[in-house]
């Protein structure tokens, strides 16, 4: 059974691996060092660390998306080509898909990262390159969870994209849509609308991943406890993770295919 | 498959005309709209508060914080032309200086741009609320902070020719307790002052004890502050060399 996975595992990967994802990955790292360089030029002071910490956030934006469009492009040409139809012919149980799946993105989130460690390890020292890129991969690994859910519920990609980069952002902008949330019911004095709106984006917290969940920019600038952060969003990510996992599991086996 | 085209001439001839002329109004009107920006200075925005900043920051505020410090840096550079620091409203600049240290308060760029950019300018009044602005940051991070409260101190003394103010900010370098690291000629700061130095003669003396004392760890602000010390180092010779003409 085990080998079974690992074949379909082998085959969706063939799939990913393309010149193209090359090609892009070389592009993003160019564009991201010499924007650095700039900021760099730029910095009157601490210009190592502006620029270190920009090609970081820089790199995790556009790898993000890049591993978003990857997995949703691999999975809606299985749709397309009728290729679940096809594997659920042969002797595999469709948690062998989803499996196979988590195994591809876990995959690619490290082939996106081993460049961002090598790059941010030249820039900072190799503590804080080995961090930020087990860091990264921890985020795009979520991501690309939520990109997956993403594609097998709604089909399509621009969908699959528009949702999970909306679930991303919200996650991101959390702390932003609380404060103004907040300031709102003070403005209107307490009003039920407020308060309502407000208990609602309350409860939507609960189902989105926390800011524990992504990699701290913040460590270029000042020392920390790498480790204990890295637990703290291993953690947060395997929980989430994993509930993300078990919602793709349900609704793919809800899904019905004409064999 | 790609769908044949018909040639360009066979278009109606009213529209291909309308095309001709539509793109060559959006181009002049383009090219006078930038004619216009490269004219005029472009104000300073005000700021917004710094909580939204830190929610737009996605988690990275201490990045943000400085690419907003870096922005203001470049602001009175604009359409390859380089604006007066007298043009700038100094109330705003000091809002944007003080949302930058809210955003990242354990960075000391706001401070530096005070105490050696926006310090440039010949107003008392400006220089006043930058020496104000230093002092309050002071106040708040002395470790962090203690190094551009002497470089205030000197300002205010050279070019506000307040010796009093200048002497108050040295006093409160020298009151800080032993927790508080710095090099012990910044705790005498005060003498340096009372000492008969010119502009020129005390900026060199405080960069050589800086660059002596090992108290900056930064290559570019190293590297910065070299610049400025054979910069004086040239001006005191050609105020030496006016005097004894």
């Known amino acids: ?259 | 498959m790609r769908r044949g085209e018909r040639p360009l001439l066979l278009l109606p001839r009213p529209l291909l005309l309308g095309f001709l002329v539509l793109f060559a109004s959006q181009l002049l009107y383009h090219h006078a709209g930038r004619a216009q920006v490269a004219a005029n200075y472009q104000t300073l925005d005000k700021p917004l508060s710094a909580p939204l900043y830190r929610g737009l920051a996605m988690g990275s505020e201490q990045l943000l914080g400085y690419l907003l410090a870096i922005q203001l840096q470049l602001h009175d550079n604009q359409a390859g032309r380089h604006f007066r620091y007298s043009m700038i409203d100094y109330d705003v600049l000091i809002d944007w200086l003080e949302l930058i240290s809210a955003i990242s308060p354990q960075s000391g760029y706001a401070t530096l741009l005070a105490s050696r950019i926006y310090s440039q300018t010949g107003d008392p009044d400006r220089l006043r609320q930058l020496l104000a602005f230093i002092e309050r940051r002071f106040d708040e991070n002395p470790q962090l902070h203690w190094r551009r409260l002497a470089e205030a101190s000197l300002l205010a003394k050279h070019k506000l020719h307040d010796l009093e103010r200048a002497l108050q900010m040295a006093e409160k370098i020298a009151r800080q307790p032993e927790s508080v690291q710095m090099p012990q000629w910044a705790r005498d700061f005060r003498f340096l002052l009372l000492a008969e130095l010119n502009e020129f003669e005390s900026a060199i003396a405080i960069i050589q004890a800086l660059l002596r004392s090992k108290a900056v760890a930064d290559p570019d602000e190293k590297r910065f502050l070299e610049e400025k010390l054979s910069t004086f180092q040239q001006n005191l010779l050609d105020f030496q060399q006016t005097t004894s003409n």
Not at chain 1, 209 to 215: I, L
């Open chain 1, 1 to 259: 059974m085990h080998s079974q996975t690992i074949s379909l595992f082998r085959f969706l990967m063939l799939g990913i691996l393309s010149k193209r994802l090359l090609v892009m990955m070389s592009i993003m790292v160019l564009v991201a060092v010499l924007a650095g360089s700039f900021v760099d030029e730029l910095a009157i002071i601490n210009g190592d660390a502006i620029q270190t910490a920009f090609v970081a956030d820089f790199l995790r934006y556009s790898l993000a998306l890049l591993a978003l469009l990857m997995i949703a492009t691999s999975v809606a040409e299985d749709y397309e080509f009728r290729q679940f139809e096809r594997l659920l012919t042969m002797p595999l149980a469709r948690w062998q898909y989803i499996a196979a799946q988590t195994l591809v993105i876990a995959c690619l989130c490290l082939l996106l990262t081993l460049p961002v460690a090598v790059l941010i390890s030249l820039y900072s020292n190799a503590a804080v390159g080995l961090y930020w890129a087990v860091a990264l991969w921890l985020e795009l690994f979520l991501l690309g969870i939520l990109g997956l859910l993403a594609i097998l519920s709604l089909e399509k990609i621009p969908q699959a994209v528009i949702f999970s980069l909306a679930i991303y952002l919200l996650a991101k902008f959390s702390s932003l849509i609380s404060l103004m949330l907040t300031e709102s019911v003070k403005l209107s004095e307490g009003s039920v609308t407020s308060r309502v709106i407000e208990f609602i984006f309350g409860a939507i917290l609960y189902v989105i991943p926390g800011s524990r969940a992504f990699a701290e920019n913040d460590v270029f600038f000042a020392s920390y406890d790498l480790s204990a952060m890295l637990g703290s969003q291993f953690i947060t990510v395997s929980i989430y993770a994993l509930f993300l996992l078990t919602v793709c599991l349900i609704d793919f086996y809800r899904k019905e295919f004409n064999l």
